[in-house]
């Protein structure tokens, strides 16, 4: 995507100039807030939304309303609650799924839902939550798309089933070149399975690029100081964040953090030591950054 917004209700953007790459052949996290423009990203994605301004390409070709339908063939979209006729028994809609896309591979189908012991006589209205979106998966993969969107795809999954798709999703990729773009809240999720990812705040991309850059985007420092508190490194640029125990300061920094260390030492500081971060709280820290806080809530993902 190149310089894409798209407007909603009460003009406000739920996307606002979008530069957005995803590398072919990737597992891409795409991860934010509630409302941060995931979901609305991914159905820009797959056509079903057309932007206000700027351009989107998808597997090398201009999206446009001519090839929409083509695309489709080739990019699957898997979100949470996708629509399934709750009356038919899992066999009539998998049948009819089959007969919509060019690629299906039934043998692959078969196997998955044998696998997950779903019987085809079985009325989908009578699947528990965690076996319908098992079929949701299970249909996207055999439609062996090139591009697969999913948007929140796992929930309602046990740990067990969750953890075999996820191994799925990364042989997809590694063996037949499959893109895959995760938008979920799960930051572990994101953390075990992507190469890259992309952080949204508010309809903007905070940043992209490879799993392993974000995570060393932020350090934290813990740092004891025997006397007051510096005034002057409060108003350090680099120092997005201080959070004081005493004469324990836990000091979170963007970007190198040697010349911190230096200047802590300098100031008199009796101990400076890193403190390892991970993903989900580089994330938090990003995006407190750009001013989004839930201070009542207690939370261990977005």
């Not at 940043?207 to 850059?213: C, K, N, T």
């Not at 974000?214 to 680099?238: A, G, I, S, Y």
Request: aromatic residues 6%; proline residues 5%.
């Amino acid at each position: 995507m190149q310089h894409v917004t798209k407007g909603f209700i009460e003009g406000r953007n739920a996307v606002e100039d979008i530069n957005w790459t995803v590398p072919v052949g990737s597992i891409h996290g795409l991860i934010g807030a509630n409302g941060a423009g995931k979901t609305t990203l991914l159905r820009l994605t797959l056509g079903v939304l057309w932007p206000d301004h700027g351009d989107v390409r998808i597997l090398g070709q201009h999206l446009d309303r001519d090839n929409a339908p083509e695309l489709r063939q080739r990019v699957l979209y898997v979100g949470t609650g996708t629509p399934a006729p709750v009356g038919w028994r899992v066999g009539e809609w998998v049948r009819y799924v089959s007969l919509l896309y060019e690629r299906w591979d039934a043998r692959w189908a078969q196997r998955l839902i044998e696998a997950l012991d779903i019987g085809p006589d079985q009325v989908i209205a009578h699947l528990s939550t965690g076996q319908r979106a098992s079929l949701n998966l299970i249909l996207a993969v055999s439609v062996r798309p090139d591009l697969l969107l999913l948007d929140e795809p796992t929930n309602g999954l046990d740990v067990v089933l969750r953890h075999q798709f996820q191994t799925l999703l990364m042989e997809m990729a590694a063996e037949e070149g499959n893109t895959v773009v995760l938008a979920t809240h799960a930051i572990e999720d994101v953390e075990r399975i992507t190469d890259t990812t992309t952080l949204l705040y508010q309809g903007r991309v905070v940043l992209q690029g490879e799993l392993d850059s974000l995570k060393t985007r932020l350090h934290r420092l813990q740092v004891v100081m025997p006397r007051e508190w510096p005034d002057r490194f409060n108003h350090v640029p680099d120092i997005t964040a201080i959070e004081h125990r005493g004469h324990v300061a836990l000091v979170t920094v963007e970007g190198p953090i040697e010349p911190h260390i230096n200047a802590f030492r300098e100031a008199g500081a009796l101990l400076v030591e890193p403190v390892e971060m991970d993903l989900a709280e580089v994330v938090r820290a990003l995006l407190e950054r750009e001013g989004y806080t839930r201070e009542s809530v207690r939370w261990n993902v977005l």
